[in-house]
């Protein structure tokens, strides 16, 4: 397996959260191996403490001084609780894995109010994957590892889709109407790095937007999806209010993305680069601590730069090209956002193999530029 940039070098106790699929489990039991280990996917587990959560702590020694790991913690949240006391009165150590914060949030959870830290992981960086890291590879499949590892990484994702994306939200009371939320993330692909239009998504899925609000909420709520924010500080310019909305890996947006010849196949490259950049910045910017927010720009006019990073360290500005050479025009919206932002670094990202300026503007391959982004932005 690849070795992963989430470290934990401190004796407080922590949440670990992130999508299904990302490593959180594999991770724990390489890193933590002789530590006390409850798995809440597992059956019996999960009822033994789902019906009287203070047995956590009867199956805890009581000269025990290691980590205490609850892997999938938000299947139970009311073993919250149960942790806070054991915490406070027997200084044990937990480390909680689940999909989602926010998730625990929603059901009116505390999270342990400050006693413990929070961390993400998330699909493999290209740091992570080092010499084994495929551009290809990545656009087409993503970078959960086991898409580096199985033989057959397109049947992977097609049953991480049927399993998680579709069962498991159904299982979890998330909605109850399977065909209609497997409707919705077939129409919500093709709004995969685009702008956001609810009413769209509703008419295109014959569903209700209110519903169509809901199933958004559902796959933030679980780590599946972003909707990216317009970066509007000091705007000079008249800009757009929708988000634009990512499926937070390439791989898993690919396999529910419809492939049929009236499905727009042309618009898919070009929303799989975007979607791999926009996965291995976050992941790169939180491991980093580069603290950075990502929005993106649009004007009214439709000028758009794909993603704008603002953050202590100043301000950089990203468009991606799915080609192999950069045509004169395709600065023009970088440009045009230098003139709103003139300490802003602007980059333009192809396919290609060559590294220049045009202008104010540094254009890079992607790969590169993704190798070099700490450095770039640091």
């Known amino acids: 397996m690849f070795p992963r940039a989430i470290t934990h070098t401190n004796d407080k106790s922590f949440f670990l959260f992130g999508p299904r699929g ?6 724990l039991r390489r890193t933590f191996p002789n530590d006390l280990y409850f798995d809440l996917l597992e059956a019996r587990t999960y009822s033994l403490l789902l019906a009287d ?62 006693r413990a830290l929070t961390r993400f992981m998330h699909p493999l960086t290209i740091e992570e994957l080092g010499e084994s890291f495929s551009l290809k590879h990545s656009l087409r499949f993503g970078s959960l590892p086991s898409v580096y590892t199985e033989q057959d990484p397109a049947a992977y994702l097609a049953s991480y889709v049927a399993t998680y994306l579709r069962e498991e939200v159904q299982q979890e009371g998330l909605t109850r109407n399977l065909a209609a939320f497997s ?44 909707r990216l924010p317009v ?10 209010t929708h988000p634009k909305f990512l499926f937070f890996d390439s791989g898993v947006f690919n396999s529910i993305r419809p492939k049929g010849p009236l499905d727009h196949p042309e618009l898919a490259p070009g929303a799989s680069v975007e979607t791999l950049f926009y996965q291995q910045v976050r992941a790169l910017n939180e491991y980093h601590n580069l603290e950075y927010s990502i929005f993106y720009w649009r ?40 003139r709103d932002y003139p300490g802003a670094k602007c980059h333009l990202l192809y396919l290609g193999n060559e590294e220049y300026h045009d202008g104010d503007v540094s254009v890079m391959p992607l790969e590169n530029a993704l190798r070099k982004f700490v450095t770039i932005t640091g």
């Open 299 to 338: 004007t009214q006019a439709k000028d758009e730069v794909d993603f704008v990073l603002y953050g202590p360290r100043g301000i950089h500005a990203f468009e991606l090209k799915h080609a192999d050479r950069v045509r004169s025009e395709d600065t023009a919206s970088l440009k045009l956002f230098l």
């Open 183 to 226: 409707r919705f993330l077939e129409v919500a692909s093709f709004s995969q790095a685009e702008v956001l239009t609810m009413a769209e998504v509703a008419r295109e899925s014959s569903i209700s937007v209110k519903v169509i609000q809901d199933y958004f909420t559902i796959l933030e709520d679980l780590l599946l999806a972003v």
């Open 53 to 114: 959560p203070t047995r956590l702590g009867e199956r805890i020694p009581g000269d025990y001084s290691g980590w205490v790991i609850l892997d999938e913690v938000q299947r139970i949240p009311e073993l919250l609780n149960e942790v806070h006391r054991l915490i406070e009165s027997r200084r044990l150590r937990f480390i909680m894995t689940g999909s989602s914060a926010r998730a625990l949030r929603r059901k009116g959870v505390n999270l342990l109010a400050g």
């Open 22 to 27: 990302v490593g959180k489990t594999d991770w």
């Open 231 to 240: 970066f509007s500080k000091r705007a000079k310019r008249k800009l757009i």
